[in-house]
């Protein structure tokens, strides 16, 4: 078990909703990282957190936006949802700030999230 | 942008040494190499890392050439508990982490 945990850990939306998912990242751990994993595919990254500033981005729109929070954990808001948006969201917390070592990253269980 | 390439799977049996190679012809100088597993639904669960030449831990071995445009992933002795998406990932100066696609290993008895 890493200490990383999610929620929800399954969710149902609806084109145009809006979801929040939540990260709690490991004890001790600044920095927390956002990926989409579609089914049979590999995580995309999405954002990266470093002591509650966004410090690197994947290839996603403006409507994919998070937070972090002073204890490190961390949100991912995504609006305006979409059916391509349907995929496992996982959150992963790590000790690496501002370098391009990526370090170990110790990653959640993820929330599924489907859009219909 | 430090992208990466695998193979797409491997097959292998038990007791056998497996070798999983990665290309990632743009990586950083600063950027380690990064090799995660992961099975079905479930998030993916560190490996091993280096920065060049050959690292080993208590499970794998990570060979990295000179110029480390590649690196290979040696699982010795696999178990059918081995079997698995192997992925390696490499950072960019940019913050930007990108896991390669993947690399589904199938240990058979």
């Known amino acids: 078990e890493t200490g990383v945990t999610q929620s929800p850990t399954h969710l149902i939306k609806t084109r145009g909703q809006q979801v929040t998912l939540r990260c709690s990242s490991q004890s001790g751990h600044n920095t927390v990282s956002w990926y989409q994993q579609a089914l049979g595919q590999g995580p995309q990254f999405i954002f990266q957190?470093?002591?509650?500033?966004?410090?690197g981005r994947g290839n996603f729109p403006p409507r994919f936006s998070g937070l972090q929070f002073p204890n490190y954990s961390s949100e991912l808001n995504v609006n305006a949802l979409e059916l391509d948006d349907s995929a496992l969201y996982l959150c992963a917390s790590s000790l690496v700030g501002f370098t391009t070592n990526t370090g170990e990253l110790f990653f959640g269980e993820g929330s599924r999230l489907t859009v219909l | 942008l430090a992208k990466t390439t695998q193979p797409i799977s491997m097959d292998s049996y038990e007791g056998q040494e497996v070798n999983i190679t990665c290309s990632h012809n743009n990586i950083a100088t600063n950027d380690y190499i990064t090799w995660y597993q992961q099975f079905p639904s479930q998030g993916p669960r560190f490996i091993i890392q280096g920065y060049k030449t050959k690292v080993t831990n208590e499970v794998a071995s990570l060979f990295i050439p000179a110029d480390r445009k590649s690196s290979t992933l040696s699982l010795p002795r696999v178990s059918l508990s081995d079997t698995a998406v192997y992925y390696c990932l490499v950072g960019d100066n940019f913050n930007k982490f990108y896991f390669g696609s993947g690399t589904k290993l199938n240990v058979k008895p």
């Open positions: 957190y470093y002591r509650e500033e966004e410090n």
